[in-house]
T-cell receptor, first 112, second 114 residues
Framework: QKEVEQDPGPLSVPEGAIVSLNCTYS??????FMWYRQYSRKGPELLMY????GNKEDGRFTAQVDKSSKYISLFIRDSQPSDSATYLC????????????FGDGTTLTVKP | DVKVTQSSRYLVKRTGEKVFLECVQD?????MFWYRQDPGLGLRLIYF???????EKGDIPEGYSVSREKKERFSLILESASTNQTSMYLC?????????????FGSGTQLSVL
């Protein structure tokens, strides 16, 4: 079983919809929880990260971490066609994001 | 903006060839990483380096080696390419400090080994 499982896609939503992207994990040592966005033919870019449990909001994006359930989510409000990309969750037990364990990614398409 | 540049976007090589993938970052980052990205397997760490001439094995180092002669450049070497090394290869760098050491990725090299 993988340490990090990400909801498989693909996901297709109309413009303006609320999107929920989810990951579960098994390693209770994870402390840093990250979300990356990867456009086609590009490398991943860090969207946001959370340390330990709780919520974090950045514009239309909200990251939630529930360590008791080992479950993390990324919510996108008022989704736009420019949000169409693959979203990767990643988790690390230490400050070095380079040694994170990554999910497989969920591909999102937002239709105008 | 941090820029991580990978020398080739697409590469086609033959089985048994020695392959060099080059990565250069322009922000004086201490840490550099090589990953491969495969469908259903996510990103997997091959090798990383925290300083010039230093290297550490990641999760899947077999069949690969690395070189870091200068701080800004980190090379991945496939000593004898095999078909199971066909993959997207991503380089990343990060700067040490307080809090999460954020990763900056290059655009990737799609390697096909025939």
């Amino acid at each position: 079983q993988k340490e990090v499982e990400q909801d498989p896609g693909p996901l297709s939503v109309p413009e303006g919809a609320i999107v929920s992207l989810n990951c579960t994990y098994s390693n209770s040592a994870f402390q840093y929880f990250m979300w990356y966005r990867q456009y086609s033919r590009k490398g991943p870019e860090l969207l946001m990260y959370t340390y330990s449990s709780g919520n974090k909001e950045d514009g239309r994006f909200t990251a939630q971490v529930d360590k008791s359930s080992k479950y993390i989510s990324l919510f996108i409000r008022d989704s736009q066609p420019s949000d169409s990309a693959t979203y990767l969750c990643a988790m690390s037990a230490e400050r070095s994001a380079g040694k994170s364990t990554f999910g497989d990614g969920t591909t999102l398409t937002v239709k105008p | 903006d941090v820029k991580v540049t990978q020398s080739s976007r697409y590469l086609v090589k033959r089985t048994g060839e020695k392959v060099f993938l080059e990565c250069v970052q322009d922000m004086d980052h201490e840490n550099m990483f090589w990953y491969r990205q495969d469908p259903g397997l996510g990103l997997r760490l091959i090798y990383f380096s925290y300083d010039v001439k230093m290297k550490e094995k990641g999760d899947i180092p077999e069949g690969y080696s690395v070189s870091r002669e200068k701080k800004e450049r980190f090379s991945l070497i496939l000593e004898s390419a095999s078909t199971n090394q066909t993959s997207m290869y991503l380089c990343a760098s990060s700067l040490g400090g307080t809090g999460l050491e954020k990763l900056f990725f290059g655009s990737g090299t799609q390697l096909s080994v025939l």
